[in-house]
């Protein structure tokens, strides 16, 4: 699904890593990526491949985030982007990957 911009995503849009790229200026790689060009924060849960045990619990997604010794500092790196996303203006995008190489889009702002 080719997208021009981040207002014509709606949830359940499937994208490959390319384009999720092109759309929000990130990393083509994991799960935090932080795009100032667009002032957002991209956020991948890789169901098929991942280290980290994301899961949803009813309606909230428990996120592990970055890091993979010990306790999650909340204070450092995307951690810190996302854990102050209310106030610090970052928009957050969460997509989830259930096949390899398509990224369906959730909700932005999450």
Known sequence: MPT???????????????ELCDIFGCSPQG????????NTLVIVTN?????????????????????QDGDMNLSSAQNRTLNESP?????VHLFEVFKPKEYTYVSGSV
Do not use: Q
């Open 87 to 91: 106030t610090n203006g970052v928009k």
């Open 31 to 38: 799960g935090m990526r932080r795009a100032k060009k667009t």
């Open 4 to 18: 021009d911009s981040i207002a014509t995503l709606s949830p359940g849009d499937i994208v490959l890593n390319a």
């Open 47 to 67: 169901h098929i491949k991942s280290i980290y045990d994301d899961r949803w619990e009813g309606d909230v997604l428990h996120y592990t985030g970055m890091g």
